[in-house]
């Protein structure tokens, strides 16, 4: 079985680090991406003095010069991609409601959370469709479920709805071409963004996405928390 390639965003801490560590323990060959270079170095420095096959590129996901040249460097270097974790995020809101929140937070949050996903996606989808068994991963929130939508955090929950979406349309086109699309709730986890209070470890968190990258899901264009189905 050739080994699998799989693209991590926002690989220096947090779940996107956990995600990266658990897929290296699976055989599975990481690339992680970071837009602070230092603090990205430093987490591949980690994980490969563990042995994983883990490798390193800066990327600014709300970049689009970056982005191409990451596409580029994993063509001529990998020459294809079977896993693509869109797991950079931010969450600037502080406490401002909808009422209150500038247009600046909301335009940083979206090209950040939901516009690098695209841009990803659409530059990526071609060497994902050489893999036979491509996987994007969307890591997504349960503030961003419809069902659960209130005034708070109104610029984070903005961006995950519309990564949901995303997911949802994603997986539409790419539903005959090998690549399976989703979106995962990581619940609140024990991380800078969600606070030492949080009631989830990170290798929680980061669970359902790597079964998601990884494993025998069969499903697209839908939503999961601890590797089930939720509303959207």
């Known amino acids: 079985m050739n080994q699998k390639t799989a693209i991590v965003t926002g690989a220096n801490r947090g779940i996107g680090l956990e995600i990266s560590k658990q897929l290296g323990q699976l055989g599975v060959k990481v690339i992680m991406t970071a837009r602070n270079e230092e603090k990205g170095r430093a987490a591949y420095k980690q994980l490969k003095q563990e042995g994983l096959d883990v490798h390193f590129y800066a990327l600014d996901v709300t970049n689009e010069e970056s982005i191409q040249k990451l596409a580029l460097d994993i063509k001529e270097r990998f020459g294809s991609l079977d896993i693509l974790i869109n797991n950079a995020g931010i969450y600037i809101d502080g406490k401002n409601s909808i009422l209150d929140i500038d247009l600046d937070t909301v335009r940083k949050t979206m090209e950040t959370n939901v516009y690098g996903p695209l841009r990803l996606s659409q530059v ?36 995950k709805t519309a ?44 669970d359902t996405a790597v079964w998601l990258a990884t494993g025998n899901v069969g499903r697209t264009g839908l939503f999961f928390r601890d590797r089930k189905e939720i509303s959207w």
């Open 163 to 206: 990564l949901n979406v995303l997911t949802i349309q994603l997986a539409d086109v790419l539903r005959d071409r090998g690549v399976l699309v989703n979106s995962m709730c990581p619940g609140w986890v024990r991380t800078e963004m969600g606070g030492s209070g949080a009631t989830r470890s990170v290798a929680e968190g980061a």
């Open 124 to 159: 990526l989808v071609p060497l994902l469709q050489v893999s036979g068994d491509g996987r994007i991963v969307n890591v997504s929130s349960g503030m961003g479920a419809i069902e659960d939508l209130g005034g708070l955090y109104p610029s984070y929950s903005l961006s």
